[in-house]
């Protein structure tokens, strides 16, 4: 069978293939403590849940329009207001089969052939493929791990050139939790300010998780008068512990989100229609959805203090303080070049092969643009966290 150049050009996402394997190994019985999830272990809010299936009772299980119902993108349209500053109407809000398909969609809507984006590196996974998908070009501008993996603007101006379209920003930061300070943001906007050309794609699918207690920012609230070119990527898998249900969405310039409507009508047309009412009620949820949240928020916190602890006991192994999120990002260089039964561990991958086989599932580096990392979700139990960091910790010391 011939496969279109198009889908050759792409890689299964590492994260999920590093989940099922572990999923896999579990179910057969094997003690595998995993650390490769991309999601909370919390369940979704009993609220939450609740309206989905009053939804369901009374019959709520047809189309919708596309870009989602209208009481959904009228309360995106009063949650950025309240919390984010941004004045959006609904015509300028879609609801997509998670912040993925809305992602998607924005680099299809957006992009030429040759068209640029430049991506702060470390990044999360999916954003290159996504942009070649859409016959673009990721361009990389690092954030240092001596700047607390921020990136800066003297990093993204490097990165522009004539061909450059658009900035994604994402921040908490998926696979680092660096959260981008309001100073670094700031000389970022002023960089911006200067590309009237550029469009911000900001994805914050992570604000609800910011652990310093400094309040959450993103460009367009910093400075409104980038809100016009800037689009906001929001969902409620990580807030509410929802990314079974599938509810992203995209808010920003309203020809721009028409024409990611359009895509949408032709792919998957709206997401399921009992699950928008299950995001609305999140949305909606007042006191009881504030104090769940804060539930998980103070859990993540306990521990990722915990993780990043452990990790830095282990000699060898460096790990830049998670201010948001729910990983940790340590840099393993000093395990490796190292020989473990024999075997030299060359790579971050060759370690997570040799953690499988010691029952932890880490996901390596390298698809994130950081060989010489892992990537350790603290979005499982305790126990589990402090059984797996253990391991680690033993396979280093059977390192020679
Ligand atoms: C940085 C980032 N953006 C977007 C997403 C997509 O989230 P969803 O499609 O579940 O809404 C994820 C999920 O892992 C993520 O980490």
New binding site residues.
Partial sequence: MRISERARAIRPSP?LAIAAEAKARTARGEDIVGFGA??PDFDTPEYVKRAAIRALEEGFTKYTPTAGILELRQAICEKLRAENRLDVSPEEVIV????????YNLFQALLDPGDEVVVPSPY?V??PDMIVLAGGRPVFAKAGEEDGFQVTAGAIERALTPRSRALVL?SP???TGSVLSRERLGEIAELVAARPDLVVVS?D??EQLIYSGEPFENLASMRPALAERTVV??????TYA??GW???YAAGPKELVAAMGRIQDQSTSNPTSFAQKGALAALLGGAEGRAVLERMRTEFDRRRRRMLSLLREIPGVSCVEPLG?FYAFPNVEGLLGRRLEGRILATAVDLCQALLSRGVAAVPGEPFGAPGHLRLSFALGMADLEKGVGRIARLGRDLS
Avoid at 96 to 103: D, I, T
Avoid at 233 to 238: D, E, L, R, W, Y
């Fill in positions: 994260t991309g999601e997509s089969c998670g912040a993925k398909q809305s992602l999360w999916s954003y994402n930061c998926n696979p994805d699918i992570y990527v929001n969902g409620f898998s990580k929802m990314t599938r509810i992203g999120a």
